[in-house]
RNA sequence: GCAUCGAUGGUCUAGUGGCAUGACUUAGGCCUUCCAAGCCUAUAGCCCGGGUUCAAUUCCCGGUCGAUGCACCA
C-alpha cells in the first residue's frame, strides 16, 4: 500500500462509501456508486451547501432534466466548443486537432470544412510532431458531450448537460417573474452532470459523470457591490492573484474589503462568495492550510469573464485540484440565449424619478404623402422621421432619387416625454463546485493514523455535520439487561432525528474502532451505572475522552453537539 | 487512445498445468466491567471472454479495471 490515497480508497470501498459502478459486469472508469456510508455523507455536504446558499444567501434551488436539447447547447457554445475534428497520425500514434494542421500549411478555411474535406487535404501533409506524411486518416468529431436522441422515429439530438448552469440561464425569464422583476436574485441547483472525458484515470477527481452544485446570481452591471458585504469584509484569507503567479511570489493574506478596495478582486460579489466558499469548505473539513485561491491568468481565462478563480484543494496524491470556479461571467450567457432563442432575457429597471427627455418628433401628413409617392410613401415617411427637416423643406435621397419634400408634407414638433426606466441584461456571478472533488478532498484531510498502545488506530476526522452516523450506542457488555437499554437508547435517539448505529459485536474497544474509521464523532456506552443512575458514558472521537452523561439529555446535547454550538470539551460530567 | 506493468475470499497475501496458503475482517458461541485481548466454529476467492490441453487460476490471444509515462482535459 503506498500513498494515503490507497489508503482512503481502501477504506471507503470496504466501509461503503464509494464503490466501483457496476462492478458485477466489470466497472467503467469514471463512473462510480457512492454507497451507504458515502450517499449519507454527501447528502449532508450537500445539505451545508443549500445551508449557505438556499437558506442564508435565499437562492432558491431550482431541479432542471439532465437531458437537454441541441439549441440550449448550441447557446452555451458547448456544442461547437466542446467538440473538435481530430486525427490521429498512424506513424507516430500522436493525438491531433485536423484543422490546426491543415491551417498551419495555409490551407484556406480549414476551420469550416466537413471532416472529409479534411481528411482529403491532410493526406498530403506532415505530421506536427513525427514529420512524416499522414496519408490516409481518419478524421472524427470528439465532443465531450454524452450525446442522445429524444423520442421515435427522425428524432431531436439531445446532450446530457455537460453542466448544470444553463437550467438557470433557459428558466431566467419565470425565474425572474419569481423574484418580482427585480434584482439582484439567484438560482442554485445542485445535480448530475455528465462529460465524456476520453481517459479519467484520477479515481474520484475526474469522473463522467458527477455531481454539481451551482449558483447563478443575477445582478445589475453596474451594482456588484453585495448587499450583505459587511458579513464578509473582514474576512481574511490567502489569495493568489494575477500578480502573485506571474512574478512567483506567495499569496497575498488579506481581508476581502481590502482585496475589492486594492483592485485585486474586481467586485465585491465575487469577492464575497470566495470568502463565503472559504467558509463552506472548511466547515465541512477541507483543512484550510490546504487550501487556496487562484486567479485565472488572462490567457487561461473565458474572454467575456470579468474575473475567475478557482478554489484549489491540496490533495497528497493529485496536487492542487480545482473544486470550486467563482466567475463574474457578464451577460455573456444571457445574451447567448437571447441570440439562439429570439427571446428577449432582460430586466426592465425604473428609474428613481423618471427621467423627462425633450424630443424633436415629425409627423408626417400622410394623407399627402400617401397620393404623391405612393409606393413609396413609406420610405419618404421614415427618412423624414430620420433627418429632421427644417421649416423650410428638405431634399431627401429616397432609392437613389432626389426628391425635395415641402415643409406641407410634414409637421415638426418639440415635446417632452417621460422615460421611466432601462432595459439591461444582467450581469451573472456564477459559484461552481464539484461536490465530488470536494467529498473527495475532505475525506483525504481527514483521514489519520495514530498509535494507540502499539495498535494502529484509522480515524476520520469528519467534522460531526458531515459524518454519516452520528453516534453509536454500545452496551458495555453482552448480558445483564445492558442491549435492551442500549436499544431503546438508540431507538429514541433515532425518533429524534439522529443517525444513531447500535452495536454490540465483540469488545467494546473493536466497536470504537469501526466506528473510529468511518468518522462517527461520538459513542455512548450503557453499562453497569445506567441502570441505577440513568447516565451512560459519551465518548468523543477526537480525543477518546469519556464524559458520564444524563442519557435522558442526549438528544438535546448530541443536537448540539453535531450542530457544534456545544463542544465536547465543554461538556462537565454529571 | 498508445506503450509498459499488474489483477488470487471483504482486505492484504503465499503458491500452482491436476485438493488454492496464511493473516486480518465479518458472522455465531465462550470469555470479558471502557479503547482492534484470548479461545472455538462458520462464511467467503484465482477479473471477463476465447484458444491450446485429458485437465487452465497458472500457458497463448482479446477485453475490462488499476498503476506509470505520453497524448487529451470545455
Given at each position: 500500500m503506498s500513498d494515503i490515497y490507497d489508503k482512503i480508497m481502501d477504506l471507503v470501498r470496504r466501509r461503503g462509501f464509494i464503490w466501483p459502478a457496476s462492478e458485477c459486469y466489470g466497472s467503467v472508469a469514471g463512473f462510480i456508486d457512492y454507497g451507504p456510508l458515502g450517499?449519507?455523507?454527501?447528502?449532508?455536504?450537500?445539505?451545508?451547501?443549500?445551508?449557505?446558499?438556499?437558506?442564508?444567501?435565499?437562492?432558491?434551488?431550482?431541479?432542471?432534466?439532465?437531458?437537454?436539447?441541441?439549441?440550449?447547447?448550441?447557446?452555451?457554445?458547448?456544442?461547437?466548443?466542446?467538440?473538435?475534428?481530430?486525427?490521429?497520425?498512424?506513424?507516430?500514434?500522436?493525438?491531433?486537432?485536423?484543422?490546426?494542421?491543415?491551417e498551419g500549411k495555409g490551407v484556406q478555411g480549414a476551420s469550416t470544412m466537413s471532416a472529409g474535406e479534411l481528411a482529403s487535404v491532410l493526406c498530403t501533409l506532415p505530421c506536427p510532431a513525427c514529420e512524416e506524411v499522414l496519408g490516409e486518416v481518419e478524421v472524427f468529431h470528439f465532443n465531450l458531450m454524452f450525446q442522445t436522441s429524444i423520442g421515435p422515429g427522425s428524432q431531436r439530438k439531445g446532450y446530457l448537460r455537460p453542466e448544470t448552469a444553463q437550467g438557470m440561464f433557459t428558466d431566467f425569464q419565470r425565474l425572474l417573474r419569481f423574484y418580482r422583476d427585480s434584482l439582484p436574485f439567484g438560482a442554485v441547483q445542485i445535480g448530475k452532470s455528465y462529460r465524456n472525458e476520453i481517459s479519467p484515470r484520477q479515481g474520484?477527481?475526474?469522473?463522467?459523470?458527477?455531481?454539481?452544485?451551482?449558483?447563478?446570481?443575477?445582478?445589475?452591471?453596474?451594482?456588484?457591490?453585495?448587499?450583505?458585504?459587511?458579513?464578509?469584509?473582514?474576512?481574511?484569507?490567502?489569495?493568489?492573484?494575477?500578480?502573485?503567479?506571474?512574478?512567483?511570489?506567495?499569496?497575498?493574506?488579506?481581508?476581502?474589503?481590502?482585496?475589492?478596495?486594492?483592485?485585486?478582486?474586481?467586485?465585491?460579489?465575487?469577492?464575497?462568495?470566495?470568502?463565503?466558499?472559504?467558509?463552506?469548505?472548511?466547515?465541512?473539513?477541507?483543512?484550510?492550510?490546504?487550501?487556496?485561491?487562484?486567479?485565472?491568468?488572462?490567457?487561461?481565462?473565458?474572454?467575456?469573464?470579468?474575473?475567475?478563480?478557482?478554489?484549489?484543494?491540496?490533495?497528497?496524491?493529485?496536487?492542487?485540484?480545482?473544486?470550486?470556479?467563482?466567475?463574474?461571467?457578464?451577460?455573456?450567457?444571457?445574451?447567448?440565449?437571447?441570440?439562439?432563442?429570439?427571446?428577449?432575457?432582460?430586466?426592465?429597471?425604473?428609474?428613481?424619478?423618471?427621467?423627462?427627455?425633450?424630443?424633436?418628433?415629425?409627423?408626417?401628413?400622410?394623407?399627402?404623402?400617401?397620393?404623391?409617392?405612393?409606393?413609396?410613401?413609406?420610405?419618404?415617411?421614415?427618412?423624414?422621421?430620420?433627418?429632421?427637416?427644417?421649416?423650410?423643406?428638405?431634399?431627401?435621397?429616397?432609392?437613389?432619387?432626389?426628391?425635395?419634400?415641402?415643409?406641407?408634407?410634414?409637421?415638426?414638433?418639440?415635446?417632452?416625454?417621460?422615460?421611466?426606466?432601462?432595459?439591461?441584461?444582467?450581469?451573472?456571478?456564477?459559484?461552481?463546485?464539484?461536490?465530488?472533488?470536494?467529498?473527495?478532498?475532505?475525506?483525504?484531510?481527514?483521514?489519520?493514523?495514530?498509535?494507540?498502545?502499539?495498535?494502529?488506530?484509522?480515524?476520520?476526522?469528519?467534522?460531526?455535520?458531515?459524518?454519516?452516523?452520528?453516534?453509536?450506542?454500545?452496551?458495555?457488555m453482552n448480558r445483564d439487561g445492558l442491549p435492551e437499554i442500549a436499544t431503546d437508547l438508540a431507538t429514541r435517539l433515532k425518533a429524534k432525528g439522529i443517525m444513531a448505529e447500535y452495536d454490540d459485536s465483540g469488545a467494546i474497544g473493536r466497536r470504537y474502532r469501526r466506528q473510529d474509521e468511518v468518522g462517527t464523532p461520538f459513542a455512548v456506552t450503557v453499562d453497569y451505572e445506567t441502570p441505577e443512575s440513568g447516565t451512560v458514558t459519551l465518548r468523543d472521537r477526537d480525543s477518546m475522552q469519556q464524559v458520564r452523561v444524563r442519557a435522558d439529555t442526549l438528544p438535546e446535547l448530541l443536537r448540539s453537539l453535531v450542530e457544534g454550538s456545544t463542544t465536547f470539551a465543554s461538556l462537565s460530567p454529571v
Open positions: 450517499s449519507m455523507m454527501k447528502r449532508r455536504i450537500e445539505d451545508t451547501w443549500r445551508e449557505f446558499y438556499v437558506v442564508r444567501e435565499g437562492y432558491y434551488e431550482i431541479e432542471c432534466p439532465t437531458i437537454g436539447q441541441e439549441d440550449v447547447f448550441i447557446a452555451s457554445g458547448h456544442v461547437k466548443g466542446f467538440s473538435d475534428k481530430m486525427c490521429q497520425c498512424p506513424h507516430c500514434k500522436e493525438y491531433l486537432r485536423a484543422d490546426h494542421i491543415a474520484m477527481i475526474r469522473l463522467r459523470e458527477f455531481t454539481q452544485a451551482e449558483a447563478e446570481i443575477f445582478v445589475h452591471p453596474q451594482e456588484k457591490n453585495h448587499p450583505f458585504f459587511p458579513r464578509y469584509a473582514e474576512y481574511r484569507m490567502p489569495l493568489l492573484g494575477i500578480a502573485q503567479q506571474q512574478e512567483n511570489t506567495p499569496a497575498i493574506e488579506t481581508t476581502m474589503h481590502e482585496a475589492v478596495e486594492s483592485g485585486l478582486v474586481a467586485n465585491q460579489y465575487v469577492a464575497y462568495y470566495l470568502a463565503l466558499t472559504h467558509h463552506l469548505l472548511v466547515t465541512i473539513g477541507v483543512n484550510p492550510q490546504k487550501l487556496r485561491f487562484r486567479q485565472h491568468l488572462p490567457d487561461e481565462r473565458a474572454h467575456y469573464a470579468e474575473d475567475c478563480w478557482d478554489a484549489e484543494i491540496f490533495s497528497e496524491r493529485f496536487g492542487w485540484v480545482e473544486t470550486v470556479g467563482i466567475a463574474d461571467r457578464t451577460d455573456y450567457d444571457l445574451l447567448a440565449h437571447e441570440k439562439q432563442s429570439g427571446e428577449r432575457f432582460a430586466v426592465f429597471i425604473p428609474y428613481e424619478t423618471p427621467r423627462r427627455e425633450r424630443r424633436v418628433r415629425v409627423i408626417a401628413n400622410m394623407g399627402a404623402l400617401g397620393p404623391r409617392f405612393r409606393g413609396k410613401a413609406k420610405s419618404v415617411a421614415d427618412a423624414l422621421a430620420e433627418a429632421v427637416p427644417g421649416p423650410d423643406g428638405i431634399t431627401l435621397r429616397i432609392d437613389g432619387e432626389e426628391v425635395f419634400i415641402s415643409p406641407d408634407l410634414y409637421q415638426v414638433k418639440e415635446e417632452e416625454i417621460e422615460i421611466p426606466g432601462e432595459e439591461i441584461t444582467p450581469h451573472v456571478i456564477e459559484p461552481s463546485y464539484g461536490i465530488d472533488r470536494m467529498i473527495y478532498a475532505v475525506l483525504e484531510h481527514s483521514y489519520a493514523e495514530e498509535m494507540v498502545n502499539e495498535e494502529e488506530r484509522r480515524v476520520l476526522r469528519l467534522p460531526p455535520r458531515i459524518a454519516p452516523i452520528q453516534v453509536a450506542v454500545f452496551p458495555l
